[in-house]
């Protein structure tokens, strides 16, 4: 294991910027998920990271990172 010695180490703290109720449409099936926005302290809450959480069983359907114009979506695959 190698550390990064010009991070610093402790609390990390994230924030919750935006939080909606919307079908999500994955695979062909609309679900009804809960959007959630949130920033954090490593990336200067610069970085947007969005997450479409089922409301019936909270599982992570989706995940989105936006960063410098670019984005990395992730999918949960049945």
Avoid: C
């Avoid at 409301?55 to 992570?60: L, P, S, W």
């Avoid at 989706?62 to 999918?75: P, Y």
């Amino acid at each position: 294991m190698t550390t990064n010695p010009t991070t610093s180490t402790g609390v990390i703290t994230a924030t919750i910027k935006n939080t909606e109720l919307v079908i999500l449409n994955l695979n062909g099936q609309e679900t009804k998920v809960w959007k959630v926005q949130t920033t954090d302290d490593i990336s200067k809450n610069q970085t947007i990271s969005t997450y479409y959480i089922d409301v019936t069983n909270r599982k992570i359907l989706k995940h989105d990172i936006a960063f410098n114009g670019r984005l990395m979506t992730m999918e949960i695959i049945d």
